[in-house]
């Protein structure tokens, strides 16, 4: 049913541009800052929008906030916000797993460590795949460098 009316807002839109819709947020300054670039992203037409609607379309599954959602092909991890301080830093304040035959929910602590070791398992595939891959071909280029309209 969601394709059906997605099929019709984007008729709507085309052969009523008058008719679109206009929403209003009342936020103090501080979280303005950060909420108008959201906005703005998931409010674009076009492929990029719908990636952006795609990539938050987690969010409002859950009570709190996730900080990371690790999907496998039949398992999931999520590591819960919002973060938690003491004196050894900031910490999620929990967790979930969900695979085939367990349900588990994670202390802070679990969660924590998990989450470093998802990462860790993640960078050394990355490594892996790359070594297997370029052969020493390497071609150095700065971290996160901007590629011009492809990262718009």
Same mark, same amino acid.
């Not at 206009?22 to 719908?50: N, Q, W």
């Not at 916000?81 to 900031?90: A, K, M, Q, V």
């Not at 070594?131 to 071909?137: H, I, K, P, S």
């Given at each position: ?11 709507? =839109? ?20 950060? &909420? ?18 795609? =990539? ?12 990371? &959602? ?7 991890? !999520? ?13 999620? =304040?929990?967790?979930? &797993? ?5 349900? $588990? ?11 470093? +070791? ?5 960078? #050394? ?11 020493? +071909? ?8 901007? !590629?011009?309209? #492809?990262? $718009?």
């Amino acid at each position: 049913m969601p394709l059906f009316q997605t099929i019709a807002a984007r008729l709507r =839109a085309r052969f009523f541009p008058e008719d679109a819709a206009t929403f209003t947020v009342r936020s103090t300054p501080r979280i303005a800052h950060f &909420v108008k670039p959201i906005i703005e992203m998931l409010t674009r037409e076009g492929r990029t929008g719908d990636t952006y609607r795609c =990539a938050v379309a987690l969010w409002h599954r859950w009570d709190v906030p996730p900080l990371n &959602v690790y999907l496998g092909t039949a398992s999931l991890c !999520r590591i819960d916000g919002p973060s938690i301080t003491d004196e050894r830093g900031y910490r999620p =304040a929990g967790g979930l &797993v969900e695979t085939p035959g367990l349900t $588990a929910r994670l202390s802070s602590e679990e969660a924590q460590d998990l989450d470093i +070791r998802i990462k860790a398992g993640i960078e #050394a595939s990355i490594r892996q795949w790359a070594d297997e891959t370029m052969c020493g +071909r390497w071609k150095i280029t700065p971290q996160h460098q901007y !590629r011009g309209a #492809a990262d $718009a």
